[in-house]
């Protein structure tokens, strides 16, 4: 009987590279399973994406290791190979938004015993203009943090090292004026931030988008930020977030399958924390169930 084959590709910086120690029992997990493994750790950027474009084809399943950028590889290249082979996924970041969202083990021996006993999960993904995204798009304050940190600070600081380099420039933060188009809302003003998600938890914060939050609907949830006349509209923001609450006319929160963004100049946008490059026009748009993720069954969905 012929054997079934896995794509285990990991990312050996990521975190704080404690993937090392444990390969060999993820290796063999997969190998008890019953599967033939091909293991590859990324040598540079967009190398998890190459192997995967180049190989996802001539297999059963594909596993990734790494924090969001890896992920983020790893799912564009199964999109732009169109291969409908299920990912499995062992968080290995420093952050790990989307694992969090899905309760992914962050024991990465016990993530990968649940792919090998789990089941299918339909789950969607973004695509924007000509790009994808696991599970957020994201412009403005702070969005550059993550992809300017340096890799050694994330390693040793964990968030805190987002928190240090984002505190660097709270006081000169650029604003944008933006037309918004979807199918129900047609917005236009100056924002600081905006950031459009497939998550419940964003930078390590769990349910700072809000409650109702699924990863299958075929819907995006918006979050737009607008530009803080004075101290007093900057701390109705800040309360508004960190509770959760929309109980503020500065925040635009809303759902679509959707979306267009204009705006007079180009704007640096983080596609799952890595840079996606400057525009001044984006569309994004749900790509429902376009993603077969493998998760353990007894996680609440």
């Not at 993550?146 to 660097?168: I, R, W």
């Not at 037309?179 to 914060?205: C, D, L, P, W």
């Not at 946008?269 to 353990?296: C, M, P, Q």
């Amino acid at each position: 009987m012929k054997k079934k084959k896995i794509l285990f590709i990991f990312n050996p910086k990521a975190g704080k590279g404690l993937i090392k120690n444990k390969l060999c029992d993820i290796i063999d997990i997969f190998i008890k399973g019953g599967y033939e493994v091909m293991v590859h750790p990324t040598q540079a950027p967009r190398d998890g994406y190459e192997k995967t474009k180049e190989l996802a084809g001539d297999m059963d399943l594909v596993v990734c290791s790494g924090g969001d950028g890896t992920l983020d590889e790893v799912v564009t290249g199964l999109m732009d190979s169109e291969c409908k082979v299920p990912l499995g996924y062992i968080p290995a970041g420093s952050t790990n938004d989307f694992a969090n969202s899905l309760e992914i083990s962050k024991d990465m021996v016990r993530a990968a015993q649940d792919i090998i006993d789990g089941q299918l999960y339909s789950c969607d993904v973004g695509a924007f203009n000509k790009s994808t995204f696991v599970y957020i798009a994201a412009f403005g304050l702070f969005t550059d943090v993550s992809y300017e940190t340096d890799q050694h600070l994330k390693n040793m600081l964990g968030h805190l090292a987002y928190l240090l380099e984002g505190s660097k420039r709270i006081f000169n933060v650029p604003s944008y004026w933006l037309k918004v188009n979807t199918n129900q809302e047609h917005i236009e003003g100056e924002y600081i931030y905006g950031m459009v998600t497939n998550a419940r938890s964003v930078g390590g914060f769990k349910n700072l988008i809000g409650p109702g939050v699924e990863l299958d609907d075929g819907l995006f949830e918006v979050t737009l930020i607008r530009k803080p006349r004075n101290p007093l509209e900057l701390n109705e923001i800040i309360t508004s977030l960190l509770m959760a609450e929309d109980n503020t006319a500065l925040i635009d929160n809303f759902k679509t399958d959707w979306i267009q963004i204009e705006s007079q100049e180009e704007i640096a946008w983080t596609l799952d924390g890595e840079y996606g490059g400057d525009h001044s026009f984006v569309r994004i748009d749900n790509k429902k169930h376009a993603l077969e993720l493998i998760l353990n069954q007894k996680q609440p969905l």
